[in-house]
């Protein structure tokens, strides 16, 4: 192969993983947003989205509605963890709720090793032809879907954020909370409802990645500290930056894996978390003076 | 004599006997590694509680001692003593240049760097094979020892340990209580309040950043001479970097008895829950949710509203002079 095709290769894989990113991404940022808190529980949504679609389509549901309903039970379980943990420490200094969400991620591992096992579990691919090739390069038809997901999904938020009521409100909390409250905007309801939204995304991230990466219940502690290095690299509380940062970051590992070695791929992410904190602390297209 | 002098002997004559009481070697392990555990939580307790800022990546500073120890007395077959204090210096140095960028920021930078650059030393851990064994990591590191008494039992190391570890106490004690220790206070209420009475806020945050990073490197420098084997997967990944978090917290912040409580209890808990056998990954994390909830002040500081209770009828509303303010 020559270095071109490979760099198509490259691409498109880093397009996928990049996309997947940007989903994860997106959701620190929204609960970042609301709450101020960076929710470590982040990558447990992840890895849960994916088991439960890989149990789902084990019991004979058809494969879309996997998907879907895994990230509906999610979201249920992201709506429990903030009323049953994170509501009641209002009030307390940003900190406690951080480790609380690092209890709720080792909780939700430990759990899903009993559930699920130690062994990565396979999922079908949604439907579609089996691979799909872009001049030189071979992807699994998977990728397509991960795209147009992860594509729809960035839309609508926009669109949620934008023209509802609901997302607008959410906006308004985030600019100014003291603002909001002052208009009538419920703050516990803004927090209650981004983290059934980041719950919601993280598993579909999850669920449209485990045709490819296979799901196991340690995916999600790399998949959410990478998913929080891309929202570092975009700009911690930007949308736009959350979405660049994980497109960036995917595209740079996977050039790396392919051209450096695949060893330090890993290290990636965090070699680039370390230069944006050390170079540009606002990230790429933070706007407001970020903090955790 | 005041108390609290009075306190600390009296523990240190405690722990002299405890090894008298309990000669199964597997207890005696267990308090080596309470102190070890403890010494790594007494610095992350300085800066946490102090200073106000959290290392999510303390596992670096801890691997650095271990395997700097390692490396250089089994590949270079240097005095471990002397391996001791190189990797010391080495952990001291890098804390020292990843904390000027990121510690004149407010906010949590400090964080999200150590975050990655403990995830980096972890890999680089593995992938490294040729000087760090890779995953099957180094095997037979020499002992610690004074002239021909070598540490190399469980009773020897144990009083080695825990006269480090008391040391260090003292250590931590003086600069909580001395004019470094005020000022910390200070900028854990305030910050601009701080720096407007001429603290210097940056220089503070990382001399104490600083510090705490060298009893992580000192308490893995002791692990690995004690074990004399390491492998990335011990002790020296995300998962111990929050553990070290976990005994900060589940201890009391800001408070340096909670340090050892907390220690204690996470080491304990770990040997405790491991009958359970799967389940207590998901145990450890549920009690550490249900303790940040319940216990605010952690462990110690529940245990002292405990006795405060007991002696006054009435709960006392102010807030006791352990109590963090929060920032």
Same mark, same amino acid.
Request: hydrophobic residues 55%; charged residues 10%.
């Given at each position: 192969?020559?270095?071109?095709?490979?760099?198509?290769?490259?691409?498109?894989?880093?397009?996928?993983?990049?996309?997947?990113?940007?989903?994860?991404?997106?959701?620190?940022?929204?609960?970042?947003?609301?709450?101020?808190?960076?929710?470590?529980?982040?990558?447990?949504?992840?890895?849960?989205g994916?088991?439960?679609?890989?149990?789902?389509?084990?019991?004979?549901?058809?494969?879309?509605?996997?998907?879907?309903?895994?990230?509906?039970?999610?979201?249920?379980?992201?709506?429990?963890?903030?009323?049953?943990?994170?509501?009641?420490?209002?009030?307390?200094?940003?900190?406690?709720?951080?480790?609380?969400?690092?209890?709720?991620?080792?909780?939700?591992?430990?759990?899903?090793?009993?559930?699920?096992?130690?062994?990565?579990?396979?999922?079908?691919?949604?439907?579609?032809?089996?691979?799909?090739?872009?001049?030189?390069?071979?992807?699994?038809?998977?990728?397509?879907?991960?795209?147009?997901?992860?594509?729809?999904?960035?839309?609508?938020?926009?669109?949620?954020?934008?023209?509802?009521?609901?997302?607008?409100?959410?906006?308004?909390?985030?600019?100014?909370?003291?603002?909001?409250?002052l208009?009538?905007?419920?703050p516990?309801?803004?927090?209650?409802l981004?983290?059934?939204?980041?719950?919601?995304?993280?598993?579909?991230?999850?669920?449209?990645?485990?045709?490819?990466?296979?799901?196991?219940?340690?995916?999600?502690?790399?998949?959410?500290?990478?998913?929080?290095?891309?929202?570092i690299?975009?700009?911690?509380g930007?949308?736009?930056?959350?979405?660049?940062?994980?497109?960036?970051?995917?595209?740079?590992?996977?050039?790396?894996?392919?051209?450096?070695?695949?060893?330090?791929?890993?290290?990636?992410?965090?070699?680039?978390?370390?230069?944006?904190?050390?170079?540009?602390?606002?990230?790429?297209?933070?706007?407001?003076?970020?903090?955790? | 004599?005041?108390?609290?002098?009075?306190?600390?002997?009296?523990?240190?004559?405690?722990?002299?006997?405890?090894?008298?009481?309990?000669?199964?070697p597997?207890?005696?392990?267990?308090?080596?590694?309470?102190?070890?555990?403890?010494?790594?939580?007494?610095?992350? /307790?300085?800066?946490?509680?102090?200073?106000?800022?959290?290392?999510?990546?303390?596992?670096?500073?801890?691997?650095?001692?271990?395997?700097?120890?390692?490396?250089?007395?089994?590949?270079?077959h240097?005095?471990?003593?002397?391996?001791?204090?190189?990797?010391?210096?080495?952990?001291?140095?890098?804390?020292?240049?990843?904390?000027?960028?990121?510690l004149?920021?407010?906010?949590?930078?400090?964080?999200?760097?150590?975050?990655?650059?403990?995830?980096?030393?972890?890999?680089?851990?593995v992938?490294?094979?040729?000087?760090?064994?890779?995953?099957?990591?180094?095997?037979?590191?020499?002992p610690?020892?004074?002239?021909?008494?070598?540490?190399?039992?469980?009773?020897?190391?144990?009083?080695?340990?825990?006269?480090?570890?008391?040391?260090?106490?003292?250590?931590?004690? /003086?600069?909580? /209580?001395?004019?470094?220790?005020?000022?910390?206070r200070?900028?854990?209420?305030?910050?601009?309040?701080?720096?407007?009475?001429?603290?210097?806020?940056?220089?503070l945050?990382?001399?104490?950043?600083?510090?705490?990073?060298?009893?992580?490197?000192?308490?893995?420098?002791?692990?690995?001479?004690?074990?004399?084997?390491?492998?990335?997967?011990?002790?020296?990944?995300?998962?111990?970097?929050?553990?070290?978090?976990?005994?900060?917290?589940?201890?009391?912040?800001?408070?340096?008895?909670?340090?050892?409580?907390?220690?204690?209890?996470?080491?304990?808990?770990?040997?405790?829950?491991?009958?359970?056998?799967?389940?207590?990954?998901?145990?450890?994390?549920?009690?550490?949710?249900?303790?940040?909830?319940?216990?605010?002040?952690?462990?110690?500081?529940?245990?002292?509203?405990?006795?405060?209770?007991?002696?006054?009828?009435?709960?006392?509303s102010?807030?006791?002079?352990?109590?963090?303010?929060?920032?």
């Open positions: 192969m020559s270095d071109w095709a490979l760099s198509l290769q490259f691409f498109c894989t880093g397009l996928t993983i990049g996309s997947i990113y940007a989903l994860i991404a997106l959701g620190f940022t929204i609960i970042y947003n609301a709450s101020g808190i960076v929710n470590f529980a982040q990558g447990g949504f992840v890895m849960l994916a088991l439960l679609a890989v149990s789902l389509s084990l019991a004979g549901v058809p494969l879309p509605a996997c998907v879907v309903l895994s990230a509906l039970l999610v979201t249920i379980t992201g709506c429990a963890l903030e009323r049953a943990f994170i509501r009641p420490l209002a009030g307390r200094p940003v900190i406690t709720p951080i480790i609380v969400t690092i209890g709720a991620s080792i909780l939700l591992e430990g759990l899903a090793m009993l559930i699920w096992g130690k062994d990565a579990l396979p999922l079908n691919p949604l439907p579609g032809p089996p691979v799909l090739t872009v001049a030189s390069a071979i992807v699994p038809f998977q990728s397509v879907w991960v795209l147009g997901v992860s594509v729809l999904l960035m839309v609508g938020l926009r669109l949620f954020f934008d023209r509802t009521l609901i997302g607008r409100a959410m906006r308004a909390n985030a600019a100014n909370r003291q603002g909001a409250l208009v009538g905007i419920n516990g309801r803004v927090v209650l981004s983290f059934a939204l980041s719950a919601g995304l993280g598993a579909l991230a999850g669920a449209l990645i485990a045709p490819i990466t296979l799901a196991s219940y340690d995916m999600g502690t790399m998949l959410g500290l990478k998913g929080f290095s891309a929202a690299l975009g700009g911690l930007s949308s736009p930056g959350a979405i660049l940062g994980g497109l960036l970051l995917g595209l740079l590992e996977s050039f790396a894996a392919g051209f450096i070695s695949s060893g330090y791929k890993d290290a990636v992410a965090f070699v680039v978390l370390l230069l944006v904190l050390f170079v540009r602390p606002a990230g790429l297209l933070g706007w407001r003076k970020a903090g955790v | 004599m005041n108390r609290r002098l009075l306190g600390f002997l009296l523990f240190a004559v405690l722990l002299a006997l405890l090894p008298l009481a309990f000669s199964n597997y207890y005696q392990s267990i308090f080596i590694f309470i102190g070890i555990n403890a010494i790594v939580a007494l610095g992350l /307790n300085l800066l946490m509680g102090y200073a106000g800022q959290i290392s999510l990546g303390h596992a670096a500073f801890h691997a650095m001692g271990a395997y700097g120890s390692a490396i250089l007395t089994t590949t270079y240097l005095n471990p003593w002397l391996a001791v204090a190189a990797s010391l210096v080495m952990a001291v140095i890098i804390a020292y240049v990843m904390g000027i960028p990121t004149k920021l407010s906010g949590h930078y400090l964080a999200i760097a150590t975050l990655g650059f403990g995830m980096i030393v972890h890999i680089v851990l992938q490294w094979v040729s000087m760090t064994g890779g995953t099957s990591g180094i095997t037979s590191i020499p610690l020892s004074l002239g021909s008494f070598r540490f190399d039992t469980d009773i020897r190391f144990y009083y080695l340990v825990w006269a480090c570890c008391l040391l260090l106490m003292v250590i931590s004690t /003086n600069i909580v /209580n001395s004019r470094m220790g005020r000022s910390l200070a900028i854990h209420s305030s910050e601009a309040a701080a720096s407007t009475c001429g603290v210097n806020v940056p220089r945050k990382l001399g104490v950043f600083v510090l705490s990073a060298a009893y992580a490197s000192l308490a893995g420098s002791l692990y690995a001479h004690y074990v004399t084997f390491i492998s990335p997967e011990a002790r020296f990944g995300f998962p111990f970097s929050i553990q070290a978090v976990v005994m900060v917290v589940l201890g009391g912040l800001g408070n340096i008895w909670g340090s050892l409580l907390g220690s204690g209890v996470v080491t304990a808990l770990g040997e405790l829950l491991r009958p359970m056998g799967d389940y207590d990954v998901a145990a450890f994390g549920l009690i550490l949710m249900l303790a940040i909830v319940f216990l605010p002040q952690g462990v110690a500081g529940g245990l002292a509203r405990l006795s405060l209770r007991r002696r006054t009828p009435a709960p006392p102010a807030p006791s002079p352990q109590e963090v303010p929060h920032g």
